[in-house]
């Protein structure tokens, strides 16, 4: 059995997963504030509770920032104490088992190519909207996070507004948190996703605004992204898949942007994710069963 941890914000979500990557027990706890020391803490206590009743043989890490291989994570999060300490090196001491950490959108689309939407294909682009946009590449089957660690983070493309005279990114244009937060400014009180999206079948003049400019944006993205890489499959994740209109309104925009294209059209094939609240729990067992074989320490 495997334990797999999925570090945000708010809640540190765990799971115990078999060889087979199903689930076979999981829970949360809200995220510690403060010293890394007190998140150590709390993972000791999980990864003791669950002993009691299986037998651990590694411990998965999906984690927000720039995940490097050796173990430490770089950049910024809501979880300030992650960033600095080589997490991996100071599990692998607590616990004496091994461990291996990615980056939660790069776990995301693991649990999609090996298990979900994407699964069959080699060449995938994962597209992550929500508060921002982030996503992953998975090329030959593998991530590619490049040089950098900026392989998928599709939020930092930018858009020139000739009319403002600034560059604005992608996770402001083509998010559905930033798509909330400018209708709660204009509209001077605060909304949900869901209301923005009410509010627009309604007929509220801002509120369709933003709903078209968000999809006529992401649909941008994805045909850039398309041009750009060309894969087999764009996978879309984030709670405004939710809606059950979102494909047919997806695939309303990707046409708009198309006839624009005129001779330069291309087809963008999209899928919508699989797993939701499951896919950092799964995706980093993934990446775990791909470090353990690499380096010889199945058991």
């Given amino acids: ?15 115990v997963l078999d060889e087979q990557g199903n689930i076979r027990l999981k829970d949360k706890f ?40 050796h173990g430490v994570i770089n950049g910024v999060s809501a979880i300030p104490c992650i960033h600095g300490p080589n997490i991996r090196e100071d599990l692998e001491s607590r616990f004496n088992v091994p461990v291996a950490m990615e980056n939660d959108a790069n776990c995301a689309a693991l649990a999609e190519v090996r298990a979900g939407s994407a699964k069959g294909y080699d060449d995938v682009l994962f597209v992550v909207c929500g508060t921002g946009v982030g996503g992953a590449v998975i090329k030959d089957g593998q991530l ?8 998928g983070e599709f939020g930092m493309l930018v858009q020139y507004d000739h009319k403002q005279n600034r560059m604005e990114s ?18 001077n009180r605060e909304l949900t996703g869901q ?19 968000f ?8 045909t850039n992204l398309q041009c750009v890489y060309d894969p087999q499959l764009i996978v879309v994740s984030g709670g405004v898949t939710e809606r059950s209109q979102f494909g047919d309104e997806l695939g309303t925009a990707l046409e708009s942007i198309n006839k624009m294209r005129d001779s330069l059209s ?14 950092n729990l799964l995706g980093a067992f993934f990446n775990l069963m791909d470090k353990i074989k690499i380096q010889g320490r199945c058991q």
């Fill in 266 to 279: 291309i087809e963008t094939d999209v899928a919508v994710a699989q797993h939701r609240n499951d896919a």
């Fill in 170 to 187: 992608f996770s402001w244009l083509a998010s559905t948190g930033n798509m909330v937060r400018r209708a709660s400014e204009q509209l």
């Fill in 30 to 69: 809200p995220t510690p504030q403060g010293e890394i020391e007190t998140l150590y803490g709390e993972i000791g206590r999980v990864f003791d509770q669950v002993s009691n009743q299986f037998d651990i043989q590694g411990l998965a890490i999906s984690a927000p920032g720039a995940v490097t291989d």
């Fill in 144 to 151: 590619h996070k490049g040089k950098n660690l900026l392989g």
């Fill in 1 to 15: 059995m495997y334990l797999s941890i999925d570090l945000g914000g708010t809640y540190v979500k765990y799971g």
């Fill in 195 to 213: 209301d923005v999206f009410e509010l627009a079948a309604a007929g509220n003049q801002i509120c369709q605004q933003e709903v078209d400019a």
């Fill in 215 to 222: 999809y006529a944006h992401l649909a941008l993205l994805l």
